[in-house]
């Protein structure tokens, strides 16, 4: 994407042409510029309906930006936060888990499938020092499955109403590793919840909200009669729609 001033004027970009912004970055018109055209760009490129990458739905949030740019071209932009979502196993058991998500990732048509969205992905990773499996992936696009399943082998996971796709790897290296640390921050309960009773539940989700800066004992009980859903972590407002009952949870993104 060719804009008509140099990418480096208006944001820090390293040697190998990468930019990571927080949610708050010194603002600047050029920066403005930047941000709406390629999230406009990736909304387009997915055929989502809304925006998920623009200044207002960036700024002041703890989110982040990874930008790689050449001169005066964008060649693509990655977007990630954390999220607060549940997660249902085949036997039934939903895990709340708090993983880091990537919430939008694109890659300018004329340089894609050359390695740029690698690039971004494993700058990415470094940063964050984290894996692939371990990050959540909301409503990937097949050309990202294709893209994770290439590189990382990602491939098996167990579809969401929520759209978010976890890999099986993220539950296994988990158990595996015995990481206390994220394993603290997993709610498991057993999911008493059967399919037959989804859509009976599904006008109950309606009227609940969650807080989970709720102690845990508080919000355990209200908990165990919700569904699968995702909270922004930073706002933990409750924004979801129901569809076809329980597991249709569909939250709605709140980039
Ligand atoms: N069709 C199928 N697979 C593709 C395509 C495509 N058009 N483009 C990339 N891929 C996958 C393939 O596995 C490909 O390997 P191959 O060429 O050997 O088949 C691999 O990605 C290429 O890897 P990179 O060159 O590193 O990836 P690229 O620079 O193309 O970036 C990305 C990947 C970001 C998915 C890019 O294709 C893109 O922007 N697509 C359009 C927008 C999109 O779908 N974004 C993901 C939305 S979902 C989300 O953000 C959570």
Redesign the pocket.
Known sequence: MQFNFLISKCMSVNENGMTILNGTPQRNPCLDEVITTMGEA?AK??NLKQV?TSPSRFYQTDQKLYIKSEGKQCL?I??IGKKNLFHRDLSGLIKEIQPL?????????S???????????EEMLRCENIMPEKIA????????L??L???YHLSNYIPQNNNFVIFSQYFENRQQNGNQKLASQTSYYQNTVTPQKMEQLGSLMQQMTISSTKPKNQSQQQIKSQAPWGTDQKSQSNMYQTTTGLMSAQIQKKI
């Open positions: 990736s490129a997915q998920i693509g990655l977007k998500c990537v919430l939008d990732f694109y890659v300018h048509e340089v894609q499938r050359r390695g740029i969205g690698k690039e971004l992905f992936y909301d409503r990937p696009s097949p050309k990202l294709g893209f399943k290439k590189h």
